[in-house]
């Protein structure tokens, strides 16, 4: 891929905004990319409203290291930080 180029952005106007606000390309797109994020934010549930094997999984997709030995807080900074 050219160092220009990215992957397709659903939500144009979102991956903007967020990216204006400081956070990385990466988070960025997830969060314009998913179809559960809205305009004003996504209709996710609260993190400590999932299980340690949901969050698991979104550590997973999401790439981050060491997910196999963390625990729910530790899988929940973790991603709030990513």
Same mark, same amino acid.
Do not use: C, F, H, W
């Given at each position: 891929?050219?160092?220009?180029?990215r992957p397709?952005?659903?939500?144009?106007?979102?991956?903007?905004a967020?990216?204006?606000?400081?956070m990385s390309k990466? $988070?960025?797109?997830?969060?314009?990319n998913d179809? &559960?994020? #809205?305009?004003? +934010?996504?209709?996710?549930? @609260?993190y400590? /409203?999932?299980t $340690?094997?949901?969050?698991?999984?979104q550590?997973? &997709?999401? #790439?981050?290291? +060491?997910?196999?030995?963390? @625990?729910k807080? /530790?899988?929940?900074?973790?991603?709030r930080?990513?």
């Amino acid at each position: 891929m050219a160092k220009d180029m990215r992957p397709s952005i659903k939500n144009e106007e979102q991956y903007e905004a967020l990216r204006d606000q400081g956070m990385s390309k990466e $988070k960025a797109a997830r969060i314009a990319n998913d179809p &559960k994020s #809205g305009k004003k +934010g996504g209709k996710a549930s @609260d993190y400590e /409203e999932r299980t $340690k094997k949901e969050l698991y999984e979104q550590a997973k &997709k999401v #790439g981050i290291a +060491g997910r196999s030995k963390m @625990d729910k807080k /530790e899988l929940i900074e973790a991603l709030r930080n990513n």
